[in-house]
């Protein structure tokens, strides 16, 4: 399984970006797909999950109501929406598939991991 994180890039306080991650090397859309993020001297954090159908999402109180996470199952894509950026979600940002069908939010229970695309949020 290869993950290919993309969209990362420098931008304002309250701006937006998208990241995207292609997977590659199984079958898509039969596996649940999260993003993370860690920021220089601190613990990689969860920060949204997608349910296999999409039907359905997880997401970290510190990002609720200002980021999107999505797929489309047809292009092998999973991608990460945020809004309202602000400073603190400064961090290079991942994402990672697992074998199992189930969702969840630890990232020790993902096996594949994409190698992280920095979001920088400054003025």
């Known amino acids: 399984v290869q993950l290919q994180a993309s969209g990362g890039g420098l931008v304002q306080p309250g701006g937006s970006l998208r990241l995207s991650c292609a997977a590659s090397?199984?079958?898509?859309?039969?596996?649940?797909m999260g993003w993370f993020r860690q920021a220089p001297g601190k613990e990689r954090e969860f920060v949204a999950a997608?349910?296999?159908?999409?039907?359905?999402?997880y997401y970290a109180d510190s990002v609720k109501g200002r980021f999107t996470i999505s797929r489309d199952n047809a292009k092998n894509t999973v991608y990460l929406q945020m809004n309202s950026l602000k400073p603190e979600d400064t961090a290079v940002y991942y994402c990672?598939?697992?074998?199992?069908?189930?969702?969840?939010?630890?990232?020790?229970?993902?096996?594949?991991w994409g190698q992280g695309t920095q979001v920088t949020v400054s003025s």
């Open positions: 090397g199984r079958t898509f859309s039969m596996y649940p």
């Open positions: 990672a598939s697992r074998d199992s069908y189930r969702v969840t939010m630890r990232a020790g229970e993902y096996d594949y």
């Open positions: 997608i349910f296999r159908s999409g039907d359905g999402a």
